[in-house]
């Protein structure tokens, strides 16, 4: 029984991991820690889908190495190391330090974050290193820094409980950071009078239990806040005494806020919300003292992002609204270990331990602190900025560390096309296999959650123990030893760690070096937990820090009204409302908002593995208004191509009224590995916040045209599939099973011979047990190959979108032996086996049941009547069956927010 | 003998239903039957207009089967309405400077929707919702729009405002009247409704006289209100109720209520014994019937009367009809009964509100409390088919009447005894079929819902009587089975 962190999300629950015994040495059992500060013994779905995820199917056992023309070949460590160490002296003595840089992760642990910092920063002396953290919360690691002079998070979940209004900006809380969203709604059933209030262009399911949504424009943000600024003073709902004393710049910030804000009408019509509902918010906000203001991605992801964080806390600096229970703004992250990123300042704008680079008196004290022959002075390229040298040849060598910028990067495609021209692209990972390191030279066999040692920092500054409780599989290793053996190749000194508590040791000393008023006053101090040895180490519990001494920890920030800028103040910052940097226009008329869904992780490359995760929306999609669907003239359920002026996609189109107009939506999971041409990240525009260089994820403008295609297919197989060429379907999306997967396929143009194609492309020339179908009328081809009563794969064409029942073909794949019924069903492409229980017939005409529709409704995410239609005919003949369809889309669309 | 003329004025709803009904008893072979139908488009429903803006065409929308005039020989005339009527001559002229003769006539030509006489009500983007066109328009002029606005919180100001909110506006809807759908509900089912739509994202202004509106200064209009209040918007839709769509009748010179209205007698003839007048443009026992159903008996009722021309003790005559509806307005389950407001003398209530799963329902009894008079359904409607078949059959009450909208204990609900119900009553209102029919279809051996419904169109209209029509099956199969059983 092993206590260690979830690897998902930023809210950072204990868990823990109960490997199996003799008799089942592969059931991990995963509970959740009730003794964590964070979740109290809850999961949520994908923490406790975890031991789905650990197999070591598809993964790197040993490093490779690819040559000129793309040869892979397997090598010992030794030589992908020298390689590595000789390829960067070599670059850095013809083209100096800046040609290098490296890229990582809030995946990365504390301790691996800080030996690849420490290694950049003093001894190759650049600051080329950024992180996929800055695609997530570089605004508010600025914001912070501007209002509190440190990147500090005050509060803590607990906060959220106790506050009596809950505003969630830019948060779909409920999927994105469900065990907080859990504690959030426990708390407002035990006291029913508090109140909740979410901030968002699109209903999500978070609005679902809100007492008020208020659906404002993308982008508009900061005219919300400076009107709420400019209500508050107007009300006299104003902490004077705490605005005089503990802060500075109030004055100006007003001045800019009455300057857009000062009419109600005004900012309700930038907003795009009605006057009274926003005078009913601002009241509200002003006569509740307790209030928290969460925000994450959508407030992050913008070109005005910063300032949208400090228009947010700037209302909590004017009423001191900030340090108490229960009240203050709160920034939550995405990633598990984004917090411990920004605590060793792995990023390209920050030095050490919330230390920073343009401070000589920092610079001094860090160098001091590691001995090093260098330190980095200037700040160096954020994350896009960083792929554009690369592509322009700036930058010659880049190191990879647990990311995927091909999929999660704006305009994507330019940045696969820079990884092309890199002379050394090392990339380390726990597969070979992703869009990233299908292009490197060096790829590195990293340790995936439950073999790598170290601790994470979750949202609420809770630093907790992730731990190892699985071998190491095959040659993989910890990232920070990788990096250390290559620094010593290098002949640099401080690098001989042999184990993580002796990093995070380290890392704890700089942490409280000269953290005092004659030095440098530093929030971040960990100089409690330093000089823990490896035991102790390991029976680290969670602790909020600051932990200046052993068993001090700090649940919460600010109580003393001291903030980390030079006079001890906090800053109000004048923020002027700004609009994206790209507009829409005639050609590109609406305006795409990337995100995440409930089931999914990031690229997917962990997540997409687990059946239990993938059966909840599988396919890639496209969320749009129907009646813009209407005016741009593409159907629900039907295959769209989403373009900008950067790149395309092609994905299913989700029609509901839950988006608002003029709008699309993507998730942002979907890689080239799971799908033909779904990288959202391709189109997205290289836009970015002037201060934190995050990127506008959350407005490019795009088209939306039809993806016409002939024929429709859906293959269930026991092994991947490869396409070559031309035999490619023009769309195809691969969907983990249960030891299975399928693909649903599209295609252009007839089909010549099926028989002949879906047998090459299963590999089965020679089955034992091939049952085919073959052309039935209308150009529907149906085969599926047994062997000793299993089903090893399927094949259904058609050229209509009429495809058997996803949830049935599960079933029948998840046999050991399929029945008779079984194999009529599988010619027919429908159950006939009367323990398939269809359900009630909800359509006459064509007799389709209940069960069938719901199905369908969950295979394809449909969310209108015509897309139900289209996939089983109900409701297509005298459509009186119609509203309990729309009761079965309704149901469906409620079990899937629960 | 020269075939007599029969002209039909309007093809909406109702004047379609008359032609199914004339064809349905052969007449059609008997006159020449000439349609004059001002909208360019024959008859299309009207009930699920605002389908139009959830993807649905208006092919799909039609009533008419394809080809129908052509295989009845019924000349149908589009896009060119009625100009005047002669009844001296019995001559009509339409639109278009044709003169067309008739030996009877049949004026359905609906209604027309109230525009109050508002200053700046003409402005551009000011719009009605009644016509297919009318959705085109407002399409049209919401696809640059952010903000709509609908006067009138009936029930059709609130098909309009989900039809707003489809396209997705910033809805509001302005009511004059302190509730919403102040004619079918009372104060707390409005409150429950007004509650249940605010959360859906539509904002309600109720008690708001609406002025004058004029340019606006964030956009397109704004609205004055009485009490010195505002509201700015760039699209208007007016539903401020209906006007029989009567000029033609009165102008012709045949009796038109005070308040409008084609006065018909109990076999919808008007003044005139040749001029017949059904649906929303007659006035029957001095009222207008704004909905459906009653225009589809009056429309069997005046075919009836057609055929039996000569021995008008056989016409089934129109005899008034309940207004009682069920629907689903923005997924909101609201219905309405009877005396909804418990108007009658001596009349009791019972009341039922859950606050948590927002349910409101309320029972108007007699005085003697035996007789069923009305009630108010919102938020879940699932006994409306059973209130609805104790209030019509006048079936007597159970000792505790309020059982009947309190939730069951445990179990489920208390439901009707179908077997109770006598064999005239009638179970499918929107398509007039009685339990003696059903009772008939499925002695003939149509015993599943599919063929129930292909045989006797129970059921395919607005689909609230399926579950009483499967339970009549449900009950009646047991009965056969049970014969089965013993051999026989
Ligand atoms: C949005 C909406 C929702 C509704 N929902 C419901 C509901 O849920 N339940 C319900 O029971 N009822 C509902 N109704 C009411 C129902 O639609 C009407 O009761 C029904 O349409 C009346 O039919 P009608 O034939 O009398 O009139 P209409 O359907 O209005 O048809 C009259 C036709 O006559 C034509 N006409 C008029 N003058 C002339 C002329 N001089 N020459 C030729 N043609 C002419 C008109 O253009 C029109 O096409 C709704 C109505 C609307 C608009
Ligand atoms: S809420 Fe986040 S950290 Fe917690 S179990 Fe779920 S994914 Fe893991
Ligand atoms: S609605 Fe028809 S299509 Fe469906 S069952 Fe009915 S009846 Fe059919």
């Not at chain 1, 909840?616 to 496209?622: I, K, M, S, T």
């Not at chain 2, 509650?195 to 964030?218: A, S, Y």
């Amino acid at each position: 029984m092993t206590c260690t962190t979830c690897p998902y999300c930023g809210v950072g629950c204990g868990v823990i991991a109960t490997p199996g015994d003799e008799s089942a040495p592969n059931r991990l059992r995963i509970e959740g820690d009730p003794d964590h500060p964070a979740n109290q013994g809850r999961l949520c779905v994908k923490g406790a889908a975890l031991a789905e995820t650990v197999g070591l199917e598809g993964r790197l056992l040993q490093p490779l190495m690819r040559d000129d023309d793309g040869r892979e070949q397997a090598v010992s460590w030794d030589r992908a190391l020298d390689r590595v160490a000789t390829d960067l002296r070599r670059i850095i003595d013809q083209h100096g330090p800046e040609a290098v840089a490296f890229y990582v992760s809030g995946q990365l642990l504390t301790e691996d974050y800080y030996v690849v910092n420490k290694l950049v920063k003093g001894w190759l002396g650049t600051a080329n290193i950024d992180t996929n953290s800055r695609l997530c919360m570089s605004s508010a690691v600025a914001g912070h820094k501007r209002a509190f002079g440190e990147d500090l998070v005050g509060g803590n979940y607990q906060d959220l409980e106790e506050a009596d209004l809950v505003v969630l900006v830019g948060s779909n809380t409920a999927w994105c950071h469900p065990i907080v969203y859990q504690r959030l709604m426990q708390s407002r059933r035990e006291r029913p009078e508090k109140r909740i209030v979410v901030v968002d262009p699109r209903r999500t399911a978070t609005c679902e239990q809100a007492d008020m949504h208020l659906p404002v424009k993308a982008g508009s943000d900061v005219w919300l806040f400076n009107g709420l600024l400019t209500y508050l003073e107007e009300h006299g709902v104003v902490d004077t005494g705490f605005v005089a004393n503990h802060t500075g710049g109030a004055a100006e910030a007003l001045a800019v806020a009455r300057a857009d804000g000062g009419r109600l009408e005004a900012v309700a019509k930038a907003c795009g919300v009605p006057v009274a509902q926003l005078q009913a918010f601002y009241a509200l906000f002003a006569r509740t003292r307790k209030v928290v203001t969460v925000f994450s991605q959508g407030v992050n992801q913008s070109s005005s992002g910063t300032d949208k964080v400090n228009s947010i806390i700037n209302c909590h600096l004017f009423t001191g609204r900030l340090g108490e229970p229960g009240m203050g703004p709160f920034s939550i992250t995405g990633q598990p270990n984004a917090m411990g990123g920004r605590e060793v300042g792995g990023l390209a704008n920050t030095l050490a331990a919330h230390l920073e680079l343009d401070e000589p008196v920092h610079r001094q004290l860090v160098q001091e602190f590691w001995g090093s022959p260098s330190i980095a002075r200037e700040p160096g390229l954020k994350a896009v900025d960083l792929f554009d040298a690369v592509h322009d040849g700036r930058i010659k060598a880049l190191w990879v560390m647990a990311t995927n910028p091909v999929v999660s990067l704006p305009d994507a495609d330019r940045v696969r096309d820079a990884l092309r021209r890199c002379e050394l692209l090392v990339v380390s990972d726990l597969f070979a296999d992703t869009d990233t390191a299908a292009e490197a030279r060096v790829v590195l066999p990293a340790l995936g959650w439950g073999e790598k040692d170290g601790t994470v920092t979750n949202s609420e500054r809770c630093l907790s123990r992730q731990k190892a409780f699985l071998p190491s599989p095959g040659e993989a290793k910890p990232d920070w030893w990788a990096v250390s053996e290559v620094a010593r190749r290098l002949g640099f000194e401080g690098f001989g760690f042999e184990q993580p508590h002796q990093i995070f040791d380290e890392h704890a000393r700089l942490s409280a070096w000269r953290n005092d008023d004659d030095g440098v006053r530093r929030a971040f101090h960990i100089g409690g937990l330093a000089g823990l040895d490896a035991e102790g180490y390991d029976r680290l519990r969670p602790c909020q820090w600051p932990v200046p001494q052993a068993g001090e920890h700090t649940p919460r920030l600010f109580q003393d009204r001291r903030f980390f800028h030079g006079d001890g103040k906090a800053r109000l910052v004048p923020t002027a409302p700004r609009a994206p940097i790209n507009a829409v226009d005639d050609e590109f008329p609406l305006v795409l908002n990337t995100g995440r869904i409930r089931d999914q992780w990031h690229t997917m490359t962990r997540t997409g593995r687990a059946p239990r995760l993938a059966s909840h929306l599988p396919e890639p999609f496209v969320e749009m208004h129907p009646y813009e669907a209407m005016l741009c003239g593409v159907q629900d359920g039907a295959l769209v191509r989403v373009a900008s002026r950067w790149g395309a996609m092609v994905a299913r189109l989700r029609c509901t009224a839950d988006q608002p107009r003029r709008t699309v939506f993507v998730p942002i999971h979907w890689n080239d590995q799971r799908a033909s041409d779904a990288r959202v990240g391709a189109l997205v525009n290289p836009v970015v916040d002037p201060l934190s260089g995050e990127p506008e994820f959350k407005h490019t403008p795009v088209m939306v045209s039809p993806f016409p295609v002939d024929w429709h297919g859906v293959v269930y197989s026991r092994s991947p599939l490869q396409f070559e060429g031309s035999e490619a379907p023009a769309y195809w999306v691969c969907i983990q099973g249960d030891g299975f997967l399928r693909y649903e396929l599209a295609g252009r143009g007839r089909l010549e011979e099926p028989h002949h194609w879906s047998r090459s492309l299963l590999g089965f020339e020679q089955q034992p047990q091939w049952l085919e179908v073959g052309e039935v009328s209308a150009g529907d081809y149906r085969a599926a190959a047994l062997a000793e009563g299993r089903l090893l794969a399927c094949a259904y064409l058609s050229p209509r979108a009429e495809l058997p029942s996803r949830s049935w073909l599960n079933r029948v794949f998840g046999k050991e032996r399929v029945s008779e019924a079984d194999i009529v069903g599988l010619k027919l492409g429908r159950s006939v086996d009367p323990a398939d229980d269809v359900g009630a017939t909800v359509c006459s005409c064509f007799s389709v049941g209940r069960n069938t529709i719901l199905d369908a409704i969950r295979d394809n995410g449909l969310t209108s009547v015509e897309g139900v239609g289209r996939c089983v005919r109900a409701g297509t003949n005298c459509g009186s069956c119609q509203p309990e369809i729309r009761a079965l889309i309704e149901e469906a669309r409620l079990a899937e927010g629960a | 003998m020269k075939q007599e003329r029969l002209v039909v004025i309007g093809n909406g709803m109702v004047g379609q239903k008359y032609l199914d009904h004339l064809v349905a008893d052969g007449l059609h072979q008997r006159y020449q039957v000439t349609v004059l139908c001002a909208e360019s488009r024959p008859a299309y429903d009207r009930v699920h207009l605002s389908d139009f803006f959830t993807g649905r065409s208006s092919e799909d929308l039609s009533l008419v089967p394809a080809l129908f005039f052509e295989r009845h020989g019924i000349e149908l005339r589009l896009s060119e309405g009625a100009a005047s009527i002669d009844l001296q001559n019995k001559t009509i002229r339409t639109a278009k400077g044709a003169t067309l003769d008739y030996d009877k006539l049949v004026l359905a030509t609906g209604s027309y929707p109230f525009v109050p006489p508002v200053p700046g009500r003409g402005r551009p983007s000011c719009l009605v919702y009644r016509t297919i066109e009318d959705l085109e328009a407002i399409m049209a002029s919401g696809r640059d729009a952010e903000v709509g606005v609908v006067i009138g919180g009936g029930l059709l100001g609130l098909e309009a405002a989900k039809a707003l909110r489809d396209i997705g506006l910033q809805t509001h809807v302005v009511e004059f009247a302190p509730r919403l759908m102040a004619v079918q509900v009372d104060d707390g089912g409005g409150a429950l409704l007004r509650r249940k739509i605010e959360q859906l994202g539509v904002f309600v202004h109720t008690g708001m006289n609406t002025t004058e509106i004029i340019d606006g200064e964030f956009y397109r209009h704004r609205l004055n209100f009485a009490d010195g209040e505002h509201l700015e918007a760039d699209l208007v839709v007016f539903s401020a109720g209906i006007r029989p769509q009567d000029t033609l009748a009165r102008d012709a010179g045949l009796a038109v209520g005070e308040r409008g209205g084609i006065v018909i007698d109990n076999h919808c003839r008007t003044s005139d014994p040749d001029v017949y007048a059904i649906g929303e443009c007659a006035l029957w026992g001095g009222r207008i019937y704004g909905l459906v159903a009653p225009g589809y008996q009056m429309a069997s009722a005046a075919v009836s009367h057609l055929r039996h021309r000569r021995d008008e003790a056989l016409a089934v005559p129109f005899t008034g009809a309940d207004m009682s509806t069920k629907l689903k307005l923005m997924g909101v389950d609201v219905a309405s009964l009877g005396d909804a407001h418990a108007s009658t003398p001596g009349a009791c209530c019972y009341r039922y509100e859950d606050e948590r799963k927002q349910i409101y329902k309320k029972l108007v009894v007699s005085e003697d409390g035996r007789r069923l008079l009305g009630g108010v359904l919102v938020g879940d409607a699932r006994e409306y088919n059973t209130l609805l078949q104790l209030m019509l059959n006048d079936m007597a009450l159970p000792e505790t009447p309020e059982q009947l909208i309190l939730p069951a204990a445990r179990g489920a609900a208390p439901t009707l005894d179908v077997t109770r119900l006598p064999d005239s009553a009638t179970l499918c209102q929107c398509q007039n079929v009685t339990k003696g029919t059903l009772c008939r279809a499925i002695a003939e051996g149509h015993c599943d819902l599919a063929a129930i419904k292909q045989c006797t169109g129970a059921a395919t209209g607005c689909g609230s009587c399926e579950p009483l029509v499967q339970t009549l099956l449900d009950t009646s199969g047991v009965a056969a089975d049970a014969l089965t059983e013993v051999g026989i």
